[in-house]
C-alpha cells in the first residue's frame, strides 16, 4: 500500500501476534471445559461399564461409522489396543495411560483418556453422540454463566462453533496469519466470531479476562497504526456487530 513504512508492517506483525496468543488462550480455556463436560456427560450416562466410549452402541446410530473410526483409529491407539507394535510400551503411549491399563484392569476413565485427545478430536467424539448426551453438553454450557448467558445453546450452534473454533486453533498453533482469516472462507466466518464464541464457552471471569487483552490489543493497534488501523479492524470484523 502506497505510503506503508516498515514500522507500519510491524505494528500490524506485532498485532497480529497479540492475536493470536489472545485467541489461543480462549480456545484451549473452551477445549478444556468441553474435555470435561463431555466426560462428565457421557459417563453419567454410562456408569457400570468399563470404557464405554469403546462401545459404538453407544454413539448415536447416524454417525456410528464415524464413531468407529474414532475408536480403531484413535482410542484404540492411545489405548494401545490396535496391535500396532509402534504404539506399544517404549515406543508410544503415556504412562498415565499405561497404569491404568496395567493397574487397574485396562478400566481408563474417559475424563483420563480425554487428556490425550485434540481438539478436533473431541470435537469429533461430541458430534457422533446421542442426542440425550449432545444436549446435556449444551445445556452445561449455558448453565456455566458464560457472559452471554442469556441465550440458550444447542447441539448444533456448539457444533458451529467448535468447528470454527478448531479451525482457529489449528491456525493459531501454526503461527499462521490471523487478523484476517476466515474458517471454509466465508467472510462472514471471522476471527471476531471465534472470539464471540467464546463468550458463550468460557467462565465470565475467564472471557473478561481475554476480552481485556483483545480490546488492550485494538488500542495499541489505533497508536502504532493510526491511518490503517481501521481497514485491519474491518478484516478482523471488529466492530461489525459480532464484538
Known amino acids: 500500500m502506497p505510503g506503508t513504512s516498515f514500522e507500519d508492517v510491524y505494528a500490524l506483525f506485532r498485532f497480529d501476534r497479540g ?26 450416562a454410562y456408569p457400570n461399564e468399563v470404557n464405554p466410549y469403546l462401545n459404538t452402541g453407544h454413539y448415536d446410530s447416524a454417525h456410528r461409522k464415524s464413531a468407529g473410526t474414532l475408536i480403531n483409529k484413535v482410542f484404540k491407539r492411545i489405548l494401545e489396543l490396535d496391535d500396532n507394535p509402534r504404539n506399544y510400551g517404549e515406543y508410544g503411549g503415556k504412562a498415565y495411560i499405561r497404569h491404568y491399563m496395567n493397574d487397574l484392569d485396562g478400566q481408563v476413565p474417559l ?14 467424539f461430541y458430534q457422533t453422540q446421542t442426542a440425550a448426551v449432545r444436549l ?14 442469556s441465550r440458550r445453546l444447542t447441539a448444533r450452534t456448539l457444533d458451529s462453533m467448535f468447528n470454527r473454533l478448531v479451525f482457529f486453533r489449528n491456525l493459531c498453533a501454526h503461527d499462521e496469519r490471523c487478523y484476517n482469516a ?9 476471527v471476531a466470531h471465534a472470539f464471540q464464541d467464546l463468550a458463550y464457552l468460557l467462565d465470565p471471569d475467564d472471557y473478561w479476562l481475554i476480552r481485556k487483552r483483545l480490546d488492550d490489543l485494538v ?22 456487530g459480532s464484538l
Open 19 to 44: 492475536l493470536r496468543s489472545t485467541l489461543m488462550d480462549g480456545i484451549i480455556r473452551a477445549e478444556a471445559a468441553l474435555k470435561s463436560l463431555c466426560a462428565h456427560e457421557f459417563t453419567r
Open 111 to 124: 475424563w483420563v483418556l480425554a487428556n490425550d485427545l485434540s481438539f478436533g478430536q473431541i470435537v469429533w
Open 136 to 149: 446435556a453438553v449444551a445445556t452445561a454450557f449455558t448453565g456455566m454463566g458464560g457472559a452471554r448467558r
Open 182 to 190: 476466515h474458517f471454509d472462507n466465508r467472510m462472514n466466518e471471522s
Open 219 to 240: 488500542s495499541g493497534l489505533h497508536r502504532d497504526l493510526p491511518l490503517h488501523a481501521q481497514e485491519a479492524l474491518r478484516q478482523v470484523g471488529y466492530g461489525t
